[in-house]
């Protein structure tokens, strides 16, 4: 599938790749990338010359219909892991179980430190545990990856990508943090190695850091998002109301002016002796 995928993309977005000789040729290492769109799953294991065994959400791998079959195909034959991200209990820890695996295997395992794809293009925190614990654990270097422009090729809940932009991948130096080797059980040490790696996606990707967690952001975002859709229908409603009261208020004073104008019709008639003539109606 990789054969496949990976000329085609070459053809219509023609994406770069700058210090792809940061990754070794052998042995395990970290890949920690930002997340700005599905793509980044496409374009990083597709191009680069080893595998990368990427945690994809298990959506991805049963999604009915045609493009999820081929969704499907694709994360397996690039080697990606299925994992539960449902909230079911001991589902974390199988999915850095897995990593340690790939990893004593000596290949690359990837990860997306924020956790979630970011909603708005900013860099956001790094969630404690993966990262840091499989790193820690393992001993194995974590290299920084930053994707550039992929959420224009393919913003967030868009199907079909956008062909005018080339998207880029730049690969940092990699990190050694066997300093702490041993103490992925010291929370402190965990924050300390997450936010070192976020700071090298920072600095390659060139992105605003914010220093909430993604999860959060999209939650804000989505109350944001109903409060003002609320306040446009409040709005709306109280336009609608106003406008009715003032077309009533109009109604009213040309029925009253109607009034105005029989009274004085009669009036006129009554003191000159004739029959008022009928004037006109609302």
Same mark, same amino acid.
């Given at each position: 599938?990789?054969m496949?995928?990976a000329?085609?993309l070459?053809?219509f ?28 799953s ?17 959506e ?32 974390g820890e ?7 695996a ?30 840091a614990?499989v790193?820690?654990?393992?001993g ?12 224009k090729v ?33 929370r ?19 992105q ?5 967690y ?7 975002? =989505? +109350? ?10 409040? $709005? !709306?409603?109280? #336009? %609608? *109301? /106003? ?6 208020? =109009? +109604? ?10 029989? $009274? !004085?019709?009669? #009036? %006129? *008639? /009554? ?7 009928e004037?006109?109606?609302?």
């Amino acid at each position: 599938m990789k054969m496949i995928v990976a000329p085609l993309l070459r053809i219509f977005f023609r994406p770069w790749i700058e210090g792809e000789e940061n990754i070794p040729t052998e042995g395990a290492a970290i890949i920690a990338s930002n997340h700005l769109s599905f793509s980044d799953s496409f374009f990083f294991p597709a191009l680069i010359k080893r595998r990368v065994t990427f945690i994809a959400k298990a959506e991805y791998f049963n999604t009915p219909g045609i493009k999820g079959r081929l969704t499907a195909a694709f994360f397996k034959g690039v080697g990606q892991l299925p994992v539960d991200r449902s909230g079911v209990r001991g589902a974390g820890e199988a999915a850095i179980r897995s990593a340690i695996a790939v990893l004593d295997g000596g290949e690359l395992f990837g990860v997306y430190p924020e956790g979630t794809r970011s909603p708005d293009g900013k860099l956001y925190r790094g969630k404690v545990g993966g990262l840091a614990r499989v790193a820690l654990a393992t001993g194995a270097p974590v290299i920084p990856v930053a994707m550039i422009d992929t959420e224009k090729v393919q913003p967030p809940g868009q199907v079909i990508p956008n062909f005018g932009t080339r998207p880029g991948i730049r690969i940092g130096r990699p990190l050694d943090f066997s300093r702490y080797h041993g103490m992925e059980n010291d929370r402190f040490i965990l924050r300390s190695v997450t936010d070192e790696v976020m700071y090298e996606i920072m600095r390659l990707s060139g992105q605003e850091y914010v220093d909430i967690y993604a999860t959060a952001a999209k939650r804000q975002i =989505a +109350d944001d998002k109903k409060k003002a859709d609320a306040e446009r229908k409040a $709005a !709306a409603k109280a #336009e %609608k *109301a /106003e406008a009715e009261a003032e077309k009533a208020a =109009a +109604d009213k004073a040309a029925a009253d002016k109607v009034a105005a104008d029989k $009274a !004085a019709a009669t #009036e %006129k *008639a /009554e003191q000159s002796g004739q029959e008022p003539k009928e004037t006109g109606s609302a």
